[in-house]
T-cell receptor, first 113, second 117 residues
Framework: RKEVEQDPGPFNVPEGATVAFNCTYSNSASQSFFWYRQDCRKEPKLLMSVYSSGNEDGRFTAQLNRASQYISLLIRDSKLSDSATYLC??????????????FGTGTRLTIIP | GAGVSQSPRYKVAKRGQDVALRCDPISGHVSLFWYQQALGQGPEFLTY????????KSGLPSDRFFAERPEGSVSTLKIQRTQQEDSAVYLC???????????????FGPGTRLLVL
């Protein structure tokens, strides 16, 4: 079983729609959680951190459920520029004391005009 | 300011050839990470440096992979006797502080796309 699991999609969504992604993680000792965005042939970039209380950044809302070990991302009023791969990322402290980001395979989103 | 840079951006190698991939982290960043991203997958952790010390190399897939950061800034990932399964994008990331208790954002470079024929 993968440590971080995501539906790879693709999700093809009309412009202006709301879209939600979920992600599950297997290690209950995971420390922190993120969503990264990766455009085609580009490097991953941090989209937002995810907190248990839920957090919002403009049209983006992230939620963490530690009991069920899942993370969600909601995008409202989707824009063409939201087309990208969204990577669910879990941060563990390794046996060596450093953080280790563990990435899901990513969910590919295409916004259709 | 300048971000993380990597070179070369693209590398084609014949099977069995040795390759060296370079990473220039953001100036002053203590932590440096290497990741491998296969096609259609998320990045996978390879190794971690705190300044010049390689504290975690648990993700290196075999002893053909070797990384160094001798002066605590530029890092090189070397792959010896490359195999076709080594074909991937190799990403470098750096963060400001020690990667542990303090959670610092990792900034990724554009990656080196390696193709082994």
């Amino acid at each position: 079983r993968k440590e971080v699991e995501q539906d790879p999609g693709p999700f093809n969504v009309p412009e202006g729609a709301t879209v939600a992604f979920n992600c599950t993680y297997s290690n209950s000792a995971s420390q922190s959680f993120f969503w990264y965005r990766q455009d085609c042939r580009k490097e991953p970039k941090l989209l937002m951190s995810v907190y248990s209380s839920g957090n919002e950044d403009g049209r983006f809302t992230a939620q963490l459920n530690r009991a069920s070990q899942y993370i969600s991302l909601l995008i409202r009023d989707s824009k063409l520029s939201d087309s990208a791969t969204y990577l669910c990322v879990v941060n563990l402290i390794s046996n060596f004391g450093n953080e280790k980001l563990t990435f899901g395979t990513g969910t590919r989103l295409t916004i259709i005009p | 300011g300048a971000g993380v840079s990597q070179s070369p951006r693209y590398k084609v190698a014949k099977r069995g050839q040795d390759v060296a991939l370079r990473c220039d982290p953001i100036s002053g960043h203590v932590s440096l990470f290497w990741y491998q991203q296969a096609l259609g997958q998320g990045p996978e952790f390879l190794t971690y440096f705190q300044n010049e010390a390689q504290l975690d190399k648990s993700g290196l897939p075999s002893d053909r992979f070797f990384a160094e950061r001798p002066e605590g800034s530029v890092s090189t990932l070397k792959i010896q006797r490359t195999q076709q399964e080594d074909s991937a994008v190799y990403l470098c990331a750096s963060s400001l502080d020690e990667a542990g208790y303090i959670q610092e954002t990792q900034y990724f470079g554009p990656g080196t796309r390696l193709l082994v024929l």
